[in-house]
């Protein structure tokens, strides 16, 4: 579908639901990240880039203090409830994420009541490319837009965030929310998670001949379960032992030091999160240089330190990098939180299908699914489309 036709579409449908037309309508990305993984709640660095696939929302504000939701990707029911009385776990299933964003903005202090909301999403559910994040950006973003409170994207983030956290109770850094409302057109984004500091760094795919694949391999992670938590508790810890406020706080050069003084528990933990706001900052420096293909290498070295250091792969995110690589990939990773989800992959833009065909017939070798494959291209963040 042109982006006409899908805006037509929402706000049609957003007639039909809700009796009237909307007010507005917002449009928020998924994204992959291409390097800096579990270090946004370490304080650290990443380097993620929105999708072409977004979360399309329509809204109109009401006085009568209801909240009704309505998702295309939801069970066809009108979910209706009082923004007064909104609390955590007061809202189940894909509500909590609309609703606790709401919830989140009043916990801010900021005036908010009622809307109508109707939503479409191009960006698969839980195949790690933060669907989640999109729908809160997108409920954030036009929010901020029906009750005119001209909050920053970084400020839009820190409440969607807090929504997921405190009222989804899913325990995720900040990447997620920041990629979907500060990544630019043709750049991927520089992110510090302790300053909330942004840079856009030009990622020019095609005029270098290079193409981004996305391989969903269908497994479904599920971030609430405890794994999650339990990692970011054993970051909290070391950084704790080694008496320092994050694991960003410590270098390479000092990690061979602080590895002799941690329980060998902690150990890979701490060695994974150093390495990897290392791998950030050579992975900008390889794109302002005007080398993106060097990234192939820090991708590929970013999915071993994940896989042996913070394990959190599985063996079909190993076996779609091992595939991709095989097969002419420059370098591939998972991507996202990990325990199945995506892996992106790094290829010369002529080898893409070969590419894509290789990790296809290696999954059904092994008796996996086929995966499902986009082709990523550095696209704009949430904004307001009509
Ligand atoms: P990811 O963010 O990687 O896609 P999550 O498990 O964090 O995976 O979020 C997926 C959940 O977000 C879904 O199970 C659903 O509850 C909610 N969600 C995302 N997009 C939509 C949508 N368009 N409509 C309804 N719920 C959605
Ligand atoms: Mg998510």
Redesign the pocket.
């Known amino acids: 579908m042109t982006a006409d036709a899908v805006l037509n579409a929402v706000c049609e449908d957003f007639r039909r639901i809700h009796g009237r037309a909307p007010a507005g309508v917002w449009a928020a990305p998924?994204r992959v990240n291409l390097i800096g993984e579990h270090t946004d709640y370490n304080d650290g660095f990443a380097l993620p880039m929105a999708l072409p696939q977004t979360?399309v929302l329509a809204a109109r504000r009401r006085d009568d203090g209801l909240l009704r939701l309505h998702?295309?990707?939801?069970d066809g029911r009108v979910t209706e409830l009082a923004v007064a009385d909104l609390a955590p776990g007061g809202a189940g299933?894909?509500t909590r994420?609309p609703a606790g964003v709401v919830w989140a903005l009043r916990e801010r202090g900021l005036a908010v009541g009622g809307a109508d909301l109707h939503?479409?999403?191009s960006?698969?559910?839980?195949?790690?490319?933060?669907?989640?994040?999109?729908?809160e950006c997108a409920v954030a973003l036009a929010y901020d837009g029906l009750y005119g409170l001209r909050l920053s994207g970084p400020e839009l983030a820190r409440v969607a965030q807090y929504a997921e956290n405190a009222f989804a109770g899913?325990p995720c850094g900040v990447m997620?929310q920041m990629a979907s409302l500060c990544c630019a057109e043709g750049s991927a984004l520089h992110l510090d998670s302790r300053s909330l500091e942004v840079r856009q760094v030009p990622f020019d795919l095609t005029g270098h001949g290079l193409s981004l694949l996305v391989l969903d391999t269908g497994v479904a992670?599920?971030?609430g379960d405890g794994a999650y938590a339990s990692l970011r508790d054993g970051c909290e810890r070391a950084a704790r032992l080694l008496g320092l406020p994050a694991l960003r706080d410590l270098s390479e050069g000092e990690l061979p030091g602080a590895l002799a003084e941690l329980p060998a528990g902690l150990v890979p933990l701490v060695r994974h999160v150093v390495t990897e706001n290392a791998r950030v900052g050579r992975a900008v420096g390889r794109l302002t240089a005007g080398e993106p293909e060097a990234l192939g290498a820090l991708l590929t070295a970013g999915h071993a330190s994940l896989r042996d250091d913070y394990r959190v792969s599985c063996p079909e995110t190993d076996l779609a990098v091992d595939a991709a690589v095989a097969a002419g990939a420059l370098g591939a990773r998972m991507t996202?939180g990990g325990f199945g989800?995506s892996v992106i992959a790094l290829v010369p833009a002529g080898q893409a299908a070969s590419v894509a065909r290789a990790v296809t017939r290696a999954f059904a070798a092994a008796d996996f699914a086929a995966p499902a494959v986009l082709e990523a291209v550095p696209s704009a963040g949430a904004r307001r489309i009509a």
């Open positions: 998924g979360t998702s295309a990707q939801g299933g894909w994420y939503l479409d999403s960006v698969p559910a839980g195949a790690g490319l933060s669907s989640s994040a999109a729908l899913v997620d992670h599920d971030l996202g989800g």
